[in-house]
């Protein structure tokens, strides 16, 4: 596409000093097309910044309109070898909600994902009977004679020409970039072993082996396989790269889709579409807010765990400021919409968990990173044969001898046993996992998880049950702790406040039989005022309490004692009179203390990122010796945290169990998270902690360690018989000791490397049996 016919959709270059865009992207497969498209667009004059989302198929780009235009970054995208497709609907600007980038997103992955299904149906099934008829060996009538030849050399071509063509093409594109990548090794070997057997077929009489009446050996069954399953692992690619967009899909999709707007006293239902900031909504219990604004009117306890990590709710009143997505709970509020769309909390959350992932560095992969060497110098040496055998001998003889060397070093030289050698010990690894109740999501993740130092610990629900019990009961002498907690029980039943429901419960826990209260005011973030059997009782702060007259210094000692202990504490009053006072709290749970112990007996740093109060986390954190504390901070502050320790220098792990975790989840090397929380972080995290909570978090570490370590050992033998082959298939060793590798013994090296790093690999399943 030429310059001119640049998408429609682009924005017109203006006098702004810089200006961002998002173009979408077709057309890659890797991490090496994202380093070629960020090298040809930062080659663009007037392009300051440029960075490529491979999930999202979105290159985001900062330019000077004064130097560059739109349609220029486009061409600089063709050039490289890719397309920008004209949108059908919004346009892709840097103003571009998360969630229409998810559905272009998803678009491209169902289609890329439908083509590879449809490839690798076609490709198993043509390869199945090329495996069936190469590997007889002559048990089949006819297998090994020329109809038999014939018909592989069909399905071969169908196989090449139809869902191998694709490889071919990538390699080609990467060959006008002067790069090499496994699209190239997957060419070149399947390439080479269907000319030199379909020589063998069409032309059987320019091999030396016609001359003694024995036909020359073909590689069809080859093609096939290579083909097959190279497809299958790209299948399985596009799987991983659906997680991020099903992540974004469910953060935006904590707002609701409608709204009750109020004009004067009408109250009408819109779309979210249409609320503007200045608006007023009425939001009802149970319901979410529709987006960020303050209250008029009412009084509420909001859950904004999703936010802040804080399992208990926050008290509303007018005044108070509230957040889209964000669950109402008790009361009717009446709220001032103060930004919506893209502007509001819940959407910079989806961004920073859109940014983080496609941002973060993928670990290398060893494949993709040593072909661009490896390739180049194994066709160097298999030319180098070829010639050197062809000057020694220059006759048709000559000629298929130097062939057969030819096709002999890259035969052996396929990387094979290093294609296998991580995806092998992944496939073993992430197996083993999933019976150990750890769900992997991928190769990468279980190679990043091996190198991790650093672990940083969400606190509710991760660390903690993420809900209030009743922690404490304290009366004062002239009381009882069952008539005092019988009273309070009795009284919070006309609450909806979920510290009145761990109170309740707490109360029932204990064989208290409650009663409904004959009367009941609850006065919000401040405490309640019931009868009970005709006594009155009040539960509140010490505010709360004075204002009517009741002095509760007698317990404030015993408060911040409970305070500093990790708990929320509340005054009781019985008919004017302090009687004592009662508390909940998240606690740590018995897992938490089992896997910080682990992960200290594995070397790693612990830290803990928590919305909750500084002091509720200390005491949480003193509780478990975890080593370092972040309180007080909000998503944004977690994900700055994990870049910290990430730009230190530490392989970070983050582990979470909620929304409000998924942009560090995102941002860390790896993410893991704790099954039981929200889908949006188990969708986000690299790792899922599917039972035992926490407690299997060291498991998750060490068996990657263990994984990384054969995959190691894989890679070594892996390469040990390309070292050791690639001479002698050359032909190398022949003029001392008349030595010669045909393509057959080759296909065998090349199998037996094989099996052996497959048998390697299946000793991780071992792992953690004696545990």
Known sequence: MSTAS???????????????????????????????????????????????????????????????????????????????????????????????????????????????????????????????LGMSHGRFPGADGPLGRFVQLALATAVILGPGRRFFRLAWAAHRHHAADMNTLVGLGTGAAWVYSAIAVLAPGLFPHAAHGQRPHVYFEAVGAIVSFVLLGKLLETRAKKRLTDAVRGLVALQPNTTRRLRGDVEEEIPLSQLAPGDLVRVRPGERLPSDGDVVSGASAVDESMLTGESLPVDKTAGSAVFGGTLNQSGQLTVRITKTGAETTLAQIAVAVEEAQGSKAPIARLADTVSGVFVPVVLGIATVAFAAWLFVDPSATGLAAAVERFVAVLVIACPCALGLATPAAVAVGTGRGAELGVLVKGGTALEAASRVDTVILDKTGTVTAGRPTLSAVQPLPSFNDIELLHLVGSAELGSEHPVAKALVDGARARGLALVAPEEFR????????????????????TRYLAEHGIDASPLEEAADALAQGGNTPSFVAIEGKLAGLVAVADLPTAEAKEAVAGLHALGVHIAMATGDREATARAVARSLGIDELHADVRPEDKARIVSEARANGRVVAMVGDGINDAPALAGAHVGIAVASGTDIAVATADIALLRGGIASLPTALGLARATLHTIRRNLFWAFAYNVLGIPIAAGALYPLTGWLLSPVLASAAMSLSSVSVLLSSLRLRAYGANK
């Open 6 to 132: 640049a998408p429609a959709f682009l924005p017109e270059p203006s006098a702004a000093a810089a200006r961002r865009i998002d173009l979408p992207v077709e057309g890659m497969t890797c991490a090496a097309c994202v380093r070629r498209i960020e090298r040809a667009l930062l080659a663009t004059e007037g392009v300051h910044e440029a960075k490529v989302n491979l999930v999202t198929r979105t290159a985001t780009i900062t330019y000077d309109p004064a130097a560059s235009d739109p349609n220029a970054l486009v061409t600089a995208i063709e050039r490289a070898g890719y397309t920008v497709p004209q949108p059908a609907a919004a346009p892709a600007t840097s103003a571009a909600a998360p969630i229409e980038r998810t559905h272009a997103a998803d678009a491209s992955l169902d289609h890329e994902r439908r083509g590879l299904r449809r490839d690798f149906a076609l490709a198993l099934g043509l390869s199945v009977p090329l495996l069936v």
């Open 522 to 541: 609850a006065d919000a973030g401040r405490g309640v005022i019931a009868r009970v059997a005709g006594r009155e009782v009040r539960i509140g702060t």
